[in-house]
């Protein structure tokens, strides 16, 4: 993800002059030098980062899979319960592909559903993915189960952008995906997660299977993106490194979120609910 870029400007002094320097101290002599004023550091990327925001809100809502979006706060690695994990995946364009970093990730973020690995939906905002936009999500959990959850779009320039997850969702994490050139020409097409488990529930689970799972899912998703771009057996490098083995205890209470939970429950009562409907 791009870095936020200070630089010192003059631009807010009128006519883009110089400020006026600061009057003398009382006290001081007239023929003192009077002290410089500093310039403010302006943030270049302002506008490619989400504004600040308490609940999540969707305005165009896929059926009752918003149901576990509406009114969530969006939750970090910090804000997680399980050992924190980065993860990387890599796949390379080759030099011919005559595709630059730009245009690769304006295909990404246009067709971004299309590049899941089968079985998941991704419902893209109708803004499409700019910051500060929620995304819903249906996911494959357990058998037929659906994890139905979103993400909140906390940055996006034209060289990367990073998906927030809320609470109730499997992980709490960031995941940036990127692209950029290589000295030897390629372009690298990477994501890379910040991550733990949001709950004790789920950290169980990642334990026993889901970690292989998410894995594959974005290895999978960038040789889908490399395939787009013509790359015909596209070889996805990968990166694990625990950052943090402990869990945090005081996030337990996560559970009462838990997206999962609330879908068994959901598939669980589809009988009665049909009962019901019939009657």
């Known amino acids: 993800m791009t870095a936020p870029r200070l630089s010192p400007t003059d631009e807010d002094a009128p006519g ?9 101290k009382a006290g001081s002599p007239a023929n003192a030098r009077p002290e410089p004023t500093a310039p403010r550091p302006q943030r270049r990327d302002a506008d490619a980062w989400a504004r600040p925001v308490d609940r999540l809100a969707v305005t165009d809502g896929a059926g009752g899979v918003a149901a576990t979006v509406v009114g969530r706060r969006v939750a970090g690695p910090l804000q997680g319960f399980g050992q924190m994990w ?13 595709v630059s970093p730009q245009e690769v990730v304006a295909t990404w ?16 905002p109708l803004a499409g993915i700019r910051p500060g936009e929620v995304a819903l999500l ?11 959850t979103g993400v909140l779009v906390l940055y996006a320039d034209d060289e990367a952008f990073t998906l927030m997850s809320p609470e109730g969702h499997m992980l709490a994490a960031w995941i940036t ?17 910040l991550e733990r488990a949001s709950d004790p529930f ?23 993106v490399a395939a787009r771009f013509g790359v015909a057996d596209p070889e996805v490098e990968t990166e694990i490194l625990c ?37």
């Open 202 to 224: 789920f950290e169980l689970g990642l334990m026993l299977f889901g970690n292989r799972t998410n894995n594959r899912f974005w290895q999978t998703t960038l040789r889908n």
């Open 177 to 193: 995906f990127s692209a950029s050139r290589d000295p030897d020409g390629s372009v690298v097409v990477q994501a890379q997660a």
């Open 86 to 98: 980065q993860k990387t995946f890599r796949v390379r364009l080759p030099a011919d592909a005559a």
């Open 243 to 279: 950052v943090d083995r402990r869990r945090q205890w005081r996030q337990a209470g996560n559970v009462r979120y838990n997206a999962g939970i609330r879908a068994a429950l959901h598939a669980a009562g589809a009988p009665i609910r049909a009962v019901v409907r019939r009657s």
């Open 109 to 124: 973020k246009r067709e971004f559903p299309t590049f899941w690995p089968s079985g998941n939906t991704f419902y893209a």
């Open 16 to 24: 883009g002059a110089s400020p006026e320097p600061a009057a003398p």
């Open 138 to 148: 249906s996911v494959s959990a357990a058998g037929p189960v659906k994890l139905h």
